[in-house]
């Protein structure tokens, strides 16, 4: 179709960056960057003809997205880019090709397909830097305009397994040792955080960030973990699991500090309250292992902060945790009002209270059923 679009309209196509480092790689890639040499706007609404998908123009920044079945193709302008100032937003010039893929991070995004001519276009050895699995910047000030590479880099490198090339490297440790992360908003700071969470080796990639001195930079003194990080959960959200493995040893300074600098969502900062106050008082359920205590003490906690809590090494409090995800959250009663009712009492309080006995009842395992219920209720 592109091909087709390009013959008829004399427009140039290419399928840049993630799409075509992934094709290489042989990792499935949904997002599909088109970089055209024109108005790509048009563009977009031409394949869009096509493909009949939904299409978002953003005007503001001469840029479209069609979303197609699980496809999400971003079509832009070919652009250079030049920063006012290091780690400023990038002020915007249309331009071709060429210039587009220069102004990009590492080689490995710098590959592009040139969808008439039916050529990868390589200008810096991309491909071979694929083999070698590298990451690589073609350009020294590259981690100083824009600091947010430094963690890309990282994700990349975690990724793939890739190692960042020994130029790369020493421009990374220049960069943050001349404190440019310090240059960024600390909500494009909290956005890498949370793409990190999102890979399936959070924990190399942590580690590498830790061995850079980031952590310094961007938490200052909260000590993070990497325990468990790279474990799934079966429900629930995973990455609010993942944010709350790293700040498993938070304390309430540490939660200040993030609530101070960070904007994060409530679910967050709450979650991490709940995942505090529910840690402290472990050590008082392990003195008590009645299962009415253990429920009152979980009912209201958040499936992820329990499943954080179970990286504990404590066997006891693992098997508490355990006992209550599969033995007591569950639980509900079936009988109701009008079952009470039923049994002859007269609606009022009091049908709380004898709901709420059933219930400790059921939650103690000294009943099972329905039929079990009503009797109880009976008597
Ligand atoms: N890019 C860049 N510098 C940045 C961000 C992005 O040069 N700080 C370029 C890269 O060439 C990248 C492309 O923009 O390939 C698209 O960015 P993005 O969607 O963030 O990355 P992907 O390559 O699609 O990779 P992924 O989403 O898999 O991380």
New binding site residues.
């Given amino acids: 179709i592109l091909k087709e679009i390009c013959r008829k309209t004399n427009i140039k196509c290419y399928i ?4 075509i ?2 094709f290489f790689l042989g990792v499935k ?1 949904y ?1 599909i ?1 088109i970089t055209i040499e024109g108005n790509g706007i048009e563009f977009a609404k031409i394949l869009n003809k096509y493909i009949n998908g939904t299409l978002k123009v953003y005007d503001k920044f001469k840029t479209a997205s069609i979303t197609a079945e699980n496809y999400i193709i ?1 079509i832009a302008s070919a652009r250079c880019e030049y920063y006012k100032y290091p780690a400023a937003l990038p002020v915007v010039k249309f331009s071709d090709i060429k210039e587009d ?1 220069a ?4 080689t490995i ?2 590959l592009a397909y040139d969808v008439l001519n039916d050529a990868i276009i390589d200008y810096y050895n991309g491909l071979k830097d694929l083999q070698n699995k590298v990451i690589r910047v073609i350009n020294d000030k590259s981690f100083i305009d ?1 600091p ?2 430094i963690f ?1 880099a990282l ?2 490198s975690g ?1 793939y397994g890739f190692k960042i090339d020994d130029k790369t490297d020493i421009l990374i440790k220049k960069a943050v040792n001349g404190g440019f992360i310090k240059k960024l908003s600390n909500d494009r700071i909290i956005n890498e955080i949370f ?1 990190f969470l999102k890979e399936n080796k959070t924990d190399l990639i942590i580690e590498s960030m830790i061995s850079y001195g980031i952590q310094k930079e961007i938490f200052d003194n909260i000590k993070l973990n990497i325990k468990k990080i790279n474990s799934t959960i079966n429900n629930g959200d995973i990455i609010l699991y993942r944010f709350l493995l790293l700040f498993y040893n938070i304390d309430d300074k540490g939660i200040e500090y993030l609530l101070n600098r960070y904007n994060l969502r409530r679910k967050y900062i709450e979650a991490l309250k709940e995942l505090l106050l529910t840690k402290n008082n472990l050590c008082f359920l392990k003195d008590n292992c009645d299962n009415i205590y253990i429920y009152n003490t979980f009912k209201n906690i958040k499936y992820e902060v329990l499943m954080a809590i179970n990286i504990s090494e404590d066997v006891t409090i693992k098997k508490i945790i355990n006992h209550y995800i599969n033995h007591l959250s569950h639980i509900k009663l079936t009988v109701n009002g009008n079952d009470i009712r039923n049994a002859g009492l007269n609606p009022g309080p009091v049908y709380s209270i004898i709901l709420q006995k059933i219930f400790n009842a059921k939650v103690q395992g000294k009943i099972k059923n329905h039929d079990e219920e009503l009797n109880l209720l009976k008597l």
């Fill in positions: 840049v960056g993630g799409f480092r992934d890639n997002d960057d971003d893929i102004r990009r991070d590492f995004n710098m824009d947010t590479r890309r994700r990349y990724r793409l």
